[in-house]
């Protein structure tokens, strides 16, 4: 653009420059005339208001070329604008219960796996807080706690619609779509029992108080659900399956579906726009393998 710019602004002064000089032909150097006064560094021949002309073309040239160094300036900044870099290997993915343990398709829980943390947080519920269903891990619980604080702070109002949900949880809310909808739209949306991430205790469905566009699509386009996109991330929080990327993930959009993995990681993920299958380079699994990755304590 700088150049452009330049290229511009020079052929109009030039075109300027020679049409203001045609109107003023040069005075004629005669023996009797010095062209520079030794005394003054001046021409004498020009006149001061062709002097005073010459020199505007000059501080427009300058202006453009200051011009550009402040935009070079700019984009270099924004080039070294500070990037996370986590280390991926600083907690195992193939571990249960650590914090990054990536679920899916292709990678299964043990059946008798209990995250050993559980715990209610202090937020709006869908469910009695007896309810198994309303806990989640201690981290993610408090991160939770302080998110939903944020947002009614914006008067953003949130609940926990869905967190922890053991093995035999996961039995019957996956037969039971399966009951109403099929299998195969039920794969698109919920995991067979052992595949899904919220038997870790880490994954947190989310809803406006009121319930309106509850576990459907429609919510990302709620106040709710815009706060939730914009900021989840800060509390380490990411939307796992994100839209147009079921691809990457083997699930449709669900904008309400939490994971949280910490804010480090959230931070990357968010500023990335990558899947934790991309980010660790995992296989990407669309359908159920006949041999699952088998995840385990210890791992
Ligand atoms: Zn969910």
Redesign the pocket.
């Given at each position: 653009m700088c150049t452009l710019l330049k290229v511009s602004l020079i052929n109009i002064l030039k075109l300027k420059f020679k049409n203001s000089t045609s109107r003023q032909p040069p005075v004629p150097v005669t023996h009797l005339s010095p062209v520079i006064n030794p005394a003054t560094g001046q021409n004498p021949q020009l006149p001061q208001r062709q002097r005073s002309k010459r020199l505007v073309p000059i501080l427009l040239i300058l202006l453009v070329l200051l011009f550009c160094l402040v935009l070079i300036r700019k984009n270099t900044q924004t080039a070294k604008a500070p990037t996370l870099n986590v280390n991926r290997s600083q907690y195992s993915v193939n571990d249960p219960s650590s914090i990054w343990v990536v679920v899916n398709k292709g990678r299964v829980l043990p059946s008798d796996f209990i995250p050993a943390d559980l715990a209610v947080p202090n937020v709006a519920l869908r469910l009695p807080s007896s309810d198994p269903e309303m806990q989640l891990r201690k981290t993610a619980a408090t991160a939770l706690e302080q998110m939903f604080s944020a947002a009614n702070q914006q008067n953003v109002h949130l609940m926990l619609a869905?967190g922890y949900r053991s093995y035999g949880e996961q039995v019957s809310v996956y037969s039971g779509f399966v009951g109403t909808q099929g299998v195969q739209s039920t794969d698109a949306s919920s995991a067979k029992p052992g595949y899904?991430?919220?038997q870790l205790g880490l994954?947190?469905?989310v809803e406006p108080t009121d319930r309106n566009c509850e576990?459907d699509p429609c919510f990302a386009a709620t106040p709710e659900g815009q706060w939730v996109a914009a900021n989840s991330y800060k509390y380490g929080f990411i939307i796992?399956y994100p839209k147009d990327k079921q691809n990457l993930t083997g699930y449709e959009y669900?904008p309400?579906?939490?994971r949280f993995v910490g804010s480090a990681l959230a931070m990357q993920l968010h500023g990335n726009g990558q899947t934790m299958e991309q980010f660790f380079g995992l296989p990407v699994y669309a359908d159920y393998p006949a041999n699952p990755y088998q995840l385990k304590i210890g791992q």
């Amino acid at each position: 653009m700088c150049t452009l710019l330049k290229v511009s602004l020079i052929n109009i002064l030039k075109l300027k420059f020679k049409n203001s000089t045609s109107r003023q032909p040069p005075v004629p150097v005669t023996h009797l005339s010095p062209v520079i006064n030794p005394a003054t560094g001046q021409n004498p021949q020009l006149p001061q208001r062709q002097r005073s002309k010459r020199l505007v073309p000059i501080l427009l040239i300058l202006l453009v070329l200051l011009f550009c160094l402040v935009l070079i300036r700019k984009n270099t900044q924004t080039a070294k604008a500070p990037t996370l870099n986590v280390n991926r290997s600083q907690y195992s993915v193939n571990d249960p219960s650590s914090i990054w343990v990536v679920v899916n398709k292709g990678r299964v829980l043990p059946s008798d796996f209990i995250p050993a943390d559980l715990a209610v947080p202090n937020v709006a519920l869908r469910l009695p807080s007896s309810d198994p269903e309303m806990q989640l891990r201690k981290t993610a619980a408090t991160a939770l706690e302080q998110m939903f604080s944020a947002a009614n702070q914006q008067n953003v109002h949130l609940m926990l619609a869905s967190g922890y949900r053991s093995y035999g949880e996961q039995v019957s809310v996956y037969s039971g779509f399966v009951g109403t909808q099929g299998v195969q739209s039920t794969d698109a949306s919920s995991a067979k029992p052992g595949y899904s991430e919220h038997q870790l205790g880490l994954a947190a469905d989310v809803e406006p108080t009121d319930r309106n566009c509850e576990t459907d699509p429609c919510f990302a386009a709620t106040p709710e659900g815009q706060w939730v996109a914009a900021n989840s991330y800060k509390y380490g929080f990411i939307i796992r399956y994100p839209k147009d990327k079921q691809n990457l993930t083997g699930y449709e959009y669900e904008p309400w579906h939490l994971r949280f993995v910490g804010s480090a990681l959230a931070m990357q993920l968010h500023g990335n726009g990558q899947t934790m299958e991309q980010f660790f380079g995992l296989p990407v699994y669309a359908d159920y393998p006949a041999n699952p990755y088998q995840l385990k304590i210890g791992q």
